[in-house]
């Protein structure tokens, strides 16, 4: 009988125990916000898979983000490849191409952009339209969501999470079945960034134009 009693309190605590450490949307949500809204800089390690248009393609690098929204993608595979957004424009170069391509914030329409407004600027559920939590295991969680100003393009973006708030995958589904996703690595905050870091300085030959929305 002791032995009965003692697993039916384990059967209906496991179960309390378990709802008592997932978060709730609306929890979790805040915590991604406080996590990332106090810091003035991050840098990390990035992992770029896209697969769309019968295109298969990895690209790694490393990623910089300053307040208020500059980004710096440094790529390592393609070596040299550079997106690089100051805050007005965004530009975008790969070695060997004798033009980078700039184009206005305010008309970009790139995939890289939803990173861009993490530091400082994060309000989840006001940037996510339908935003719904559903726990991994391992002690992740996702943040799934249709972005809100990107519903031409885009049907969800898919944030891994933990318990602390911090991201550590984005996957951004496309209406066109075309998927990319990013997984972060070393995150390291509140490093120190210089003003050149988001400039970019084309080499000797290479022109700056205005162009398209980078890719």
């Known amino acids: 009988m002791k032995f009965r009693s003692l697993l039916s309190a384990l059967l209906i605590a496991a179960p309390l125990a378990l709802a008592a450490q997932t978060p709730s949307t609306k929890d979790l949500a805040s ?3 406080a996590h990332y809204n106090h810091l003035q800089s991050l840098e990390t390690r990035y992992t770029e898979r896209y697969r769309g248009m019968g295109i298969d393609r990895t690209e790694t690098g490393t990623l910089l983000l300053r307040k208020p929204g500059r980004m710096r993608w440094s790529y390592d595979s393609p070596k040299g490849k550079l997106f690089v957004v100051d805050g007005k424009y ?3 170069w790969t070695p060997g191409d004798s033009q980078a ?3 206005p914030v305010k008309k970009l329409d790139d995939l890289h952009t939803p990173l861009r407004f993490l530091l400082g600027h994060t309000e989840l559920e006001k940037e996510f339209a339908s935003l719904t939590l559903a726990p991994l295991g391992g002690g992740q969680f996702t943040l799934s969501g249709a972005p809100r100003g990107m ?4 049907r969800a973006i898919i944030l891994t999470v933990t318990a602390d708030g911090t991201i550590h995958a ?4 496309e209406l066109d079945g075309a998927i990319t996703e990013f997984a972060f690595t070393n995150l390291r905050e509140n490093v120190p960034t210089k003003p050149e870091d988001f400039t970019f300085d084309p080499p000797a ?3 700056i134009v205005d162009g398209a929305s980078p890719i």
């Open 170 to 173: 984005m996957r951004i589904e």
């Open 205 to 207: 030959g290479v022109s």
């Open 151 to 154: 519903e031409n393009k885009v």
């Open 90 to 92: 965004a530009i975008s």
């Open 31 to 33: 915590r991604v916000n």
């Open 101 to 103: 391509d700039r184009i």
